[in-house]
T-cell receptor, first 114, second 112 residues
């Protein structure tokens, strides 16, 4: 158990809908990262937040957005869903412990768009 | 743009044998990580390699890093069935930009 929690574990929805994925980082970690894992694209970085501020963006679609709240949990919002958005979405967290900023991954949310 | 390549993509090996997974990356990097993923599960951190010549071992797995060659290896010694999983390397470009760029993954199957 990495200490990172994600809800829900599974999500099934229809095209055109909007969903919100939630992530709680390990206690004390200020950074949250979101990744998408799909069969055709592999594991891709989406976005990084540090203490409430966006730090870096990767291959994140304009239909997707994220935020990190004052209690450090983060939400990833996916809208106008398409079939191709079906994937495993992971969040990871890191802190200054150990000094190497190692990222610890949550269990993931499996999104299925029908 | 940083590219990370792993080979082989698929590996079937018999129990008791040794093998090596290779991870090449295209630009200078601060750190390299190895992760393990079981089917449908999350990523489990195996090793963090921080400097040139770093070598780390845990059980039957040993990872090394050559920053000059931009190459990391994950060596499996006397494989056992429990090691069947997908292994990913991931590279951080520089400290402060913490996005991980992942390799394609190596799906390892250990055959009894």
């Amino acid at each position: 158990d990495s200490g990172v929690t994600q809800t829900p574990k599974h999500l099934i929805t229809a095209t055109g809908q909007r969903v919100t994925l939630r992530c709680s980082p390990r206690s004390g970690d200020l950074s949250v990262y979101w990744y998408q894992q799909s069969l055709d694209q592999g594991l891709q970085f989406l976005i990084h937040y540090y203490n409430g501020e966006e730090r870096a963006k990767g291959n994140i679609l304009e239909r997707f957005s994220a935020q990190q709240f004052p209690d450090l949990h983060s939400e990833l919002n996916l809208s106008s869903l398409e079939l191709g958005d079906s994937a495993l979405y992971f969040c990871a967290s890191s802190g200054s412990r150990g000094g190497n900023n190692e990222q610890f991954f949550g269990p993931g949310t499996r999104l299925t768009v029908l | 743009e940083l590219k990370v390549e792993q080979n082989p993509l698929f590996l079937s090996m018999q129990e008791g044998k040794n093998y090596t997974i290779y991870c090449n990356y295209s630009t200078t990097s601060d750190r390299l990580y190895w992760y393990r993923q079981d089917p449908g599960k999350s990523l489990e951190s195996l090793f963090v390699l921080l400097s040139n010549g770093a070598v780390k071992q845990e059980g039957r797995l040993m990872a090394s890093l050559d920053t000059k060659a931009r190459l990391s290896t994950l060596h499996i010694t006397a494989a056992v069935h429990d090691l069947s999983a997908t292994y990913f390397c991931a590279v951080v470009t520089y400290f402060g930009n913490e996005k991980l760029t992942f390799g394609t993954g190596t799906r390892l199957t250990i055959i009894p």
